[in-house]
């Protein structure tokens, strides 16, 4: 029994991972008053640009470069759209969902005639398990070994960043000054240009770090957890990262642990199958893989309590004359 939770947990970080990634990119560009709908997209997008970069030159570090650099300009092109020409920040965001969707099957199909997929990916061109020091000796030690080898050792770096991100977030946010004047740009705008600060510049650079977090989410999806690109292979990942931070309430921690209970219900999804329960029989697979889905809509339904987003979140900022 031991040894089967440790496992779930186990597959319970390595889902989760994209999720807090994205959910981290999402607290720092909507902090800054840009809802970001398109980590979808980004998502997508960079897990593409990721799979056929590692593919064409054999180096998974190549491929993470070219994923952030593809989710950066596509925060951009998002930015550009709703900072620059203050558009519907909405509408920019599902454009650039709709284009990511798009254009990877178009390109994917165009290069390597698969329906949209990529070529496999093997040896250095993907991400493989760290395993840390001393796991072969705690092989044989009960509890405490299980415990090392299955979760806390044996995943592969973008694991180990996408949750080291969490604290670096929470840091960033509250005890420096760029995110001091981060949270006050996404609260009164005004304010901040008054005190002689750049509201464009700032809200640019929240939207740039959104896109490093986003890629390294995207590379982690088609280099760390997969071998190859998928058609629509974020499955709405992006849209339960926007969830889990409205849930969390726009907090780094609280967001953590909002994907950690979509990570964990996927994971059971996964144990689940075919396994039949004490006086419910065989929980039918299509259950369990819509399950975290089915609650991201209730408990944005009203189970979360008062969630109160920042005050000028989807307000174009126009610089008083």
């Not at 550009?80 to 990877?104: D, E, K, M, Y």
């Amino acid at each position: 029994m031991y040894l089967l939770l440790l496992s779930t947990l186990d597959s319970t970080l390595r889902v989760s991972a994209p999720l807090v990634l994205c959910a981290m990119a999402g607290i720092f560009s909507e902090r800054s008053g840009i809802i970001d709908i398109s980590l979808e997209g980004k998502l997508l997008g960079s897990a593409f640009a990721a799979a056929v970069v590692a593919f064409e030159t054999g180096s998974a570090f190549l491929g993470l470069g070219a994923a952030i650099v593809t989710s950066i300009l596509m925060g951009l092109l998002h930015g550009f759209a709703c900072i620059t020409h203050r558009g519907n920040q909405v509408v920019s965001g599902l454009a650039i969902n709709i284009l990511a969707s798009g254009l990877t099957v178009t390109l994917g199909g165009a290069w390597y005639g698969k329906g949209g997929q990529t070529e496999t990916l093997s040896g250095d061109a993907r991400f493989s398990p760290i395993t840390f020091p001393g796991a072969e000796a705690l092989v044989d030690v009960p509890v405490i070994g299980p415990l090392y080898i299955e979760l806390i050792s044996g995943h592969n770096l973008l694991v180990y960043i996408a949750f080291l991100a969490v604290p670096v977030t929470w840091w960033v946010l509250y005890k420096t000054r760029f995110g001091l004047r981060l949270r006050a740009v996404g609260e009164n705008p005004q304010a901040v240009d008054t005190a002689g600060i750049s509201v464009t510049f700032l809200r640019y650079r929240s939207v740039i770090i959104a896109g490093i977090l986003c890629g390294i989410a995207g590379a982690y999806l088609s280099t760390g957890q997969n071998a190859a690109f998928g058609k629509e292979m974020s499955a709405g990942q992006g849209y339960i990262a926007l969830a889990a931070m409205i849930f969390g309430k726009w907090k780094p921690v609280p967001g953590l642990l909002a994907c950690m209970l979509f990570g964990f219900l996927d994971a059971m999804a996964v144990r689940l199958q075919g396994v039949e329960l004490p006086g419910i029989g065989e929980i039918p697979v299509q259950f369990m893989q819509a399950l975290p889905y089915v609650l991201t809509v209730i408990l944005l339904a009203g189970f979360i309590g008062k969630a109160v987003a920042p005050k000028a979140i989807g307000r174009p900022y126009v610089k008083e004359r």
